[in-house]
């Protein structure tokens, strides 16, 4: 029997992958993927716990899933409802007594448990509805007074999840490969050490095999997925007790056929070393695009953050980088009204900025996460102080950002395909920095890289016209054939 399966995704890349494998794990309990909600005869909320009151929103969202699934129980139909991800790991059991209605609670490492858990929750649902008969009707979604007896599985297991997932599914030209999870950092900041656990990298030979199998679904380029990606310290094939890093990863997964393009992210500023900055100039398949947070530019920030590193590293890093592959473009991410920054702090971010150049950035107000050192620093600083500081600092990233569009005008770039634009007639893709570009192409293009000539920058994206045949790859050429990054 064909059922049918809703994930609505929240935050980052690793979750997106993790709601893919979610659903490939209930694939052979005959659910299939559907766009909405409304019809489903499941629904996951895959969540991410980094922004401030990201649990009130999942409560907001369950709130809405709650009247469909009581219109759905008067109808005589049932849905599972379900909260995976970073808050049902850090709310666990608070979650099942604020939202009755929902029946299983899972965290980052478990779904691959989820057709147990599907299970007994229809038993637990069977057991309850016996025990009071009032509820049916109402979906089992009542005010919190009444016994729930449905699941929670918030546990750090021993094995590890990727050594009982099913195959990968189909996934399209452009796909996701996790190859490290968790973090050792401990930024004072952050919740994935508490909700993601320690860290943890996939054995060479099993993402090697990933990889494969992506490859065959139609997979042109694959991101390599961690909250450290380039932590990863996987064990080597063939050799007990010898692990590779980063580098020596990409060296080999380039060497698949097939393999056009390679990305990874997220990636901190410490474990950039020598053979990942080797890998950036001698494998022309690297993207030359790096998401690096930095998150600010005064050493008193990143100390009081526990980033373990200073501005000057940065700059280093970046320096390296550049040195190796002159047309790469850098990203970041950066925090701003951290407990105790001050002016002179900040200026200090704005320095860094305008020293290194971004083409990307993704900016915040600092949030207290619950649990974290940070939530219970002095020094907070006020919010309306915090907002004018970051509009400051996205202005500036913005016009960065703008220029280095801008200075695409008039190139030549080789694009994929990988999805459709929401103009008739569009298809739309990434240039090799990961910026989005738009172009008049026919459906024979999907899944193709073409060169694209730009034509208009925008702030956020490009727009251009074809310049080979319909439906002919072309092989991925070195842009610094092409007279490297826009300045």
């Known amino acids: 029997m064909v059922k049918k399966l809703f994930i609505k995704t929240y935050g980052c890349q690793m979750n997106v992958y993790d709601s893919a494998r979610m659903a490939d794990v209930l694939a052979p309990l005959g659910y299939t993927p559907v766009d909405e909600p409304d019809d489903a005869d499941m629904v996951i ?29 008067r109808q005589g139909e049932g849905m599972v409802l379900a909260v995976a991800g970073c808050v049902a790991q850090a709310e666990g059991h608070e979650i099942m007594r604020r939202a009755p209605c929902v029946d299983i609670v899972f965290g980052p490492q478990t779904y691959h448990r989820l057709p147990e858990m599907v299970a007994r929750a229809a038993r637990a649902a069977d057991r309850t509805r016996a025990a009071d008969r009032n509820r049916v009707g109402r979906g089992d979604c009542g005010d919190g007074r009444g016994p729930r007896l449905g699941v929670v599985d918030t546990e750090f297991p021993v094995e590890p999840k990727f050594d009982f997932l099913p195959e990968p599914g189909a996934r399209g030209p452009s796909a996701y490969l996790s190859v490290q999870e968790g973090c050792d950092k401990f930024c004072t900041f952050c919740v994935v050490p508490y909700t993601r656990g320690a860290e943890y990298s996939r054995p060479v030979a099993d993402v090697v095999a990933e990889a494969r199998r992506l490859l065959d679904r139609g997979a042109r380029e694959i991101t390599l997925l961690g909250q450290n990606v380039n932590a990863y310290h996987g064990a080597a094939p063939g050799v007990v007790g010898r692990e590779w890093g980063l580098g020596r990863l990409i060296f080999a997964l380039a060497e698949i056929e097939g393999l056009e393009r390679i990305r990874y992210t997220t990636s901190h500023p410490r474990d950039v070393d020598d053979e990942l900055v080797g890998a950036h100039r001698d494998v022309d398949k690297l993207m030359p695009y790096l998401h690096l947070p930095v998150q600010s530019g005064s050493d008193t920030v990143l100390e009081a953050m526990n980033r373990r590193s200073t501005a000057e590293d940065y700059r280093r890093v970046a320096d390296r980088l550049r040195a190796a592959r002159p047309d790469i473009a850098l990203a970041s991410d950066f925090i701003v009204g951290f407990p105790g920054e001050t002016r002179t702090d900040f200026e200090e971010t704005l320095r860094l900025v305008r020293d290194v150049g971004f083409a990307q950035a993704y900016s915040f107000k600092f949030s207290p ?73 026919p459906d024979s293009y999907f899944g193709v890289i073409a060169e694209v000539r730009i034509e208009a920058a925008f702030a956020n994206s490009l727009s251009g016209h074809l310049q080979t045949a319909a439906g002919r790859a072309r092989p991925w050429e070195s842009l610094a054939v092409a007279g490297g990054p826009p300045a």
Do not use: W
């Open 369 to 441: 996460r619950p649990g974290t050192p940070a939530a219970n620093l002095p020094g907070q600083v006020p919010e309306e102080e915090k907002a004018a500081r970051l509009a400051e600092l996205q202005a500036l990233l913005k016009a960065q950002q703008t220029a280095f569009n801008a200075a695409s005008q008039g190139r030549v770039m080789p694009v994929l395909f990988d999805r459709r634009a929401t103009r008739p007639g569009q298809l739309a893709g990434r240039s090799p920095y990961m910026q989005a570009i738009h172009v008049e192409a």
């Open 45 to 73: 909320l895959n969540t991410c716990h980094i922004r401030e009151k990201a649990a009130e929103k999942v409560y907001s969202e369950l709130g809405r899933l709650r009247s469909l699934k009581d219109r759905k129980a």
